[in-house]
């Protein structure tokens, strides 16, 4: 079955999917994307994502061109009809097409695509063996709350991983833990979560977001604030978070082991809790 994709109200095979070279998007990078995992054909968080979503057309200043009702209809059709139980959708929606101006134009109606990809989570073994990472100076702009299809600066970072055979690249700024290039970052240090706040700084991830819902509901000792680097290099365990990735340990740091270099056990208390949020919420028959 070939890949369906959704664009400015069709649904059509990706190959015919085609945008004018004057789309803004192109042009400028002006516009903004969301990533919703799913699985067993049931969305996660909706509700979560479409307000992430919101606050980042809010952001740049773009009107929604759909009500969250539209919203799950479209991603629903969208889900059934392409293949796989688990997918992800990549929902894009740009300023439009219009003369080549940095102005905001007058009356122009917004491109939007949506695309559904297989998903392909962490394999248990990944999960045993944790991954790599290296760490950078968090350069980029100051709004990155904002989920902006201009996304160079965080190319270049994640291919500082890439470059040294690790996975992400873990972001500084001015000695502070940010976030990944490409995920938020958690630390545990004796047995506590330690988590960055959500500001301008760091993007509010979905699973951010339920990994401190599971440790309050789960007793499990969180902190939220602003952590050294030194602070995070001496951690017990990193992790990183992301929609498509879930939460994977993080066991070596710039060639450095993290902790013991082995997933530590906060982790896989948070590893089975999420698994069985999953199956509870995402997989259930009902």
Same mark, same amino acid.
């Given at each position: 079955m070939n890949q369906i994709v959704h664009l400015n109200g069709c649904f059509l095979p990706i190959e015919q999917a085609c945008v004018p070279v004057l789309d803004r998007g192109f042009?400028?990078?002006?516009?903004?994307?969301?990533?919703?995992p799913v699985y067993s054909r049931h969305v996660f968080r909706l509700g979560e994502h479409l307000k992430r979503l919101q606050n980042s057309l809010d952001g740049i200043r773009l009107p929604n061109p759909h009500s969250d009702a539209e919203w799950a209809g479209l991603i629903g059709e969208l889900v059934a009809r392409n293949t796989g139980e688990d997918q992800y959708i990549y929902l894009?929606? &740009?300023r439009g097409v219009a003369k080549r101006d940095h102005a905001f134009p007058a009356n122009t109606p917004p491109t939007v695509f949506i695309m559904s990809t297989p998903l392909l989570t962490p394999p248990r073994e990944l999960c045993e063996t944790g991954v790599s990472a290296v760490s950078a100076i968090d350069n980029r702009w100051d709004r990155c709350d904002i989920k902006a299809i201009a996304l160079l600066p965080n190319v270049l970072l994640r291919q500082i991983a890439i470059d040294h055979g690790a996975v992400e690249t873990i972001l500084f700024r001015d000695g502070i833990l &940010?976030?990944?290039a490409a995920s938020n970052i958690f630390?545990?240090?004796?047995s506590v979560i330690l988590a960055p706040p959500k500001d301008n700084h760091m993007l509010p991830g979905i699973t951010y977001d339920l990994v401190l819902e599971l440790a309050a509901a789960h007793g499990i000792p969180l902190e939220v604030g602003s952590f050294t680097e030194s602070r995070v290099r001496a951690a017990d365990e990193l992790w990183l978070t992301s929609s498509t990735r879930e939460i994977l340990p993080i066991t070596r740091l710039d060639g450095h082991p993290v902790g013991s270099g082995r997933p530590g056990a906060v982790f896989w208390k948070m590893h089975a809790l999420y698994q069985e949020y999953k199956a509870k919420v995402m997989r259930s028959p009902s």
């Open positions: 042009i400028f990078g002006d516009g903004v994307y969301e990533v919703i894009h929606i &740009t &940010t976030e990944g630390a545990v240090e004796n």
